[in-house]
């Protein structure tokens, strides 16, 4: 599956983005979608994740109550709405598909990855 991330830029602190992920596949079909970060020196850290069937979603601690990850079917196509963005969620953004259900936090554990895209949030 080719996975292609868009939407990302520069921002100001406190301003918003929309990230989008679409699938290439006609038949797309994961378990799940998820948004992962790497900011540079650290390691890959999940975002938020939303299961492709029923929607259910996840979210890391530190974009609580900020961001909200969704989806539309019909389109393959996962969303990422950023909203009171600081400079420290400035990273390399993913989309990530996963196949089957288990443990959803690790990055090893998704199948396919999009290229990442570029969010950058300036003080």
């Known amino acids: 599956v080719q996975l292609q991330a868009s939407g990302g830029g520069l921002v100001q602190a406190g301003g918003s983005l929309r990230l989008s992920c679409a699938a290439s596949?006609?038949?797309?079909?994961?378990?799940?979608m998820g948004w992962f970060r790497q900011a540079p020196g650290k390691e890959r850290q999940l975002v938020a994740y939303i299961t492709w069937n029923t929607g259910r979603t996840v979210y890391g601690d530190s974009v609580k109550g900020r961001f909200a990850i969704s989806k539309d079917n019909a389109k393959n196509t996962v969303y990422l709405q950023m909203n009171s963005l600081k400079p420290d969620d400035t990273a390399l953004y993913y989309c990530?598909?996963?196949?089957?259900?288990?443990?959803?936090?690790?990055?090893?554990?998704?199948?396919?990855w999009g290229q990442g895209t570029q969010v950058t949030v300036s003080s």
């Open positions: 990530a598909s996963k196949a089957t259900a288990g443990t959803a936090v690790l990055p090893s554990t998704y199948d396919d």
């Open positions: 596949e006609r038949t797309f079909a994961p378990y799940l």
